[in-house]
């Protein structure tokens, strides 16, 4: 079915769940009011990125206050956000949830921690171990965070289990000149761009802007459609709020004219993998 998404390109506090709450809520009233079906919030909305000895402080239970407030007002509007989960037994998570009348859909634990540059994840978070698509309203989808979208195996799985809306929730920090351009924002466009491509799937990607630590996070926000067209662009570095319309016909189109997940071998997948785990001796 056609809907309405809103990437909601924020610049939450570093640490200020309080005010990262009320920020969310607000973009989430006017979404709702704007008359949209989904919002998508960046990686870790709920508490900014670089949190380090922090991590143990912001972190939320998905019985917390917060968590019961966010489902509150999914009951009209679905909603896709990032924040740091604690477990029963004390681990610690980047998490991002799908919220959907008033109950949670589907929680995903990022899997792929990155500790190179300016990256230390593996240093206070625990990682994920699945990438499992899942029902909405809006058809089966697939979450990923940031950095696993840069593993392929990961938006292949989530296709290969049905997902035909990938949702990715990013902060991405600044970094590099590709020519004229931000060299972060021009390697993640051509991520997005392959990936819909070849997996004949959309793609919406939020990621966040403001400066964390001298470090300046650079937004661009984009719908791409299973062309690998991107339809949608938020502007660099400033928070905005769009709304684009998802259109199920140009899906179908798409897929009649290139059908290469029709016509993916999952069982040649799984026997060269499986030998090739085996001659390893894993």
């Known amino acids: ?106 929680l995903h634990r990022k899997v792929y921690l990155p500790t190179y540059g300016l990256f230390d994840e593996q240093r206070y978070l625990a990682h994920g171990s699945s990438f499992r698509a899942f029902d909405s309203k809006f058809g089966r989808f697939g979450m990923v965070i940031c950095e696993d979208m840069w593993h392929l195996s990961a938006s292949y799985i989530l296709a290969m289990d049905g997902a035909t809306t990938l949702l990715c929730l990013s902060s ?27 997996l004949n799937c959309r793609v919406l990607y939020c990621n966040r802007v403001g400066f964390e630590d001298g470090v300046n996070f650079w937004g661009g926000s984009e719908y791409i459609a299973p062309s690998g067209e991107s339809t949608s662009r938020c502007k660099l570095f400033e928070p905005e709020s769009r709304s684009v319309m998802v259109d199920e016909g140009a899906l179908r189109r798409e897929r009649i004219f290139s059908p290469m997940i029709r016509d993916e071998n999952l069982f040649v997948t799984m026997q060269e993998l499986s030998r090739i785990t085996q001659e390893r001796g894993h």
């Not at 239970?61 to 924040?83: K, T």
């Not at 604690?86 to 991002?96: I, K, R």
């Not at 919220?99 to 589907?106: F, S, T």
């Not at 060299?183 to 392959?194: C, N, R, Y």
């Open 1 to 106: 079915m056609d809907f309405t998404a809103v990437l909601a390109q924020i610049k939450p506090k570093l640490g200020c769940l309080a005010d990262n709450l009320a920020l969310a809520e607000k973009e989430i009233v006017t979404a709702t009011a704007a008359g949209a079906d989904l919002i998508i919030f960046p990686e870790l909305a709920l508490t900014g990125y670089f949190l380090k000895d922090l991590v143990p402080e912001v972190a939320l239970r998905l019985d917390s206050p917060q968590i019961l407030r966010l489902m509150e007002l999914s009951h009209g509007i679905s909603i896709a956000i990032g924040f740091v989960e604690e477990t029963t037994d004390y681990l610690f998570y980047n998490s991002a949830l799908y919220l959907e009348d008033g109950a949670i859909r589907h």
């Open 172 to 198: 991405s920090p600044a970094r590099g000149i590709d020519g004229e351009t931000l060299g972060s924002a021009a390697a993640w466009q051509k991520l997005v761009s392959t990936t819909a491509l070849f």
